[in-house]
């Protein structure tokens, strides 16, 4: 008898055990438990992908602008009557940028360049290449001893002819060579423009050769404003 009461207090025992490891691990697995996590609001995965790809299409715009505006077209704002009647004032012109860094400027080119001692750029048209020998006598323009044909001023000339006056009201100011500028040769890597309105256009008759380095690029369309829009001819 004392045997079995032995046992069942043993066995009582070793429950009372049981228990008390099943609460501390049931304690244990209690502290374990994370707290729930707060929500952040965050754009959702497709406002994300949206965004990122705006942010891109902008970048990549602003490049190409950049790209475009530096190596192949700029605005350019004409200002003044010197190419009238071709050309008047508050006109936007498109410049081409590229053209001269694969050929060289032409005859009857429009072109715009840098003025560095007046530090501003002037539009005007190309005459005479390296080489040549200008002489301007009135509305005449000679290049090696021949006059040209200038389609580009014909009408005007005419209209002044009909009112018994030059183009060239100025003639005796604006000839070429003059007093200024005596030597009527075009050096090597300089060109001779000169503004359409030839009585009113400070061009190299008052300022001398053009350096090619000074050559921006040539003014290829007017696009301001809209009913003036065109594609620039030439005359090369």
């Known amino acids: 008898m004392e045997s079995n009461d032995k046992m069942t207090n043993s066995s009582n025992g070793h429950s009372s055990i049981d228990q008390n490891v099943d609460q501390v691990y049931s304690s244990e697995s209690e502290q374990e438990t994370p707290l729930p996590s ?13 965004i990122v790809e705006w942010i891109k299409a902008i970048a990549i715009a602003v490049l190409l602008v950049f790209v475009v505006r530096t190596f192949l077209f700029s605005p350019f704002l004409v200002d ?22 694969l050929g ?12 560095p001692e007046e530090g501003r750029r002037f539009i005007k048209r190309v005459i005479g290449v390296p080489g040549d020998t200008i002489e301007v006598k009135g509305d005449d323009v ?11 001023l014909a009408e005007a000339i005419a209209e002044s002819h009909a009112e018994g006056e030059t183009y060239n009201r100025l003639s005796d100011y604006f000839s070429f060579p003059n007093e200024i500028y005596k030597d009527n040769v075009v050096p090597e890597g300089h060109f001779f423009v000169m503004g359409d309105n030839r009585s009113d256009s400070k061009d190299s008759r008052a300022i001398g050769f ?8 040539r003014a290829d369309v007017v696009m301001w404003p809209i009913k003036e829009f065109r594609l620039i001819k030439h005359y090369n």
Request: proline letters at 6%; aromatic letters at 10%.
């Open 38 to 50: 707060r929500k952040v609001n965050r754009p959702s995965n497709k406002a994300y992908k949206e």
């Open 80 to 101: 003044g009557a010197s190419m009238e009647p071709n050309f008047h004032t508050k006109e936007r012109v498109i410049v081409n940028l590229l053209v001269y860094r």
């Open 104 to 115: 060289e400027p032409k005859y009857g080119d429009v072109i715009v360049f840098n003025v």
């Open 142 to 152: 000679y290049i090696n001893g021949e006059r040209i044909d200038e389609p580009y």
């Open 210 to 217: 053009i350096s090619e380095e000074d050559i921006i690029g």
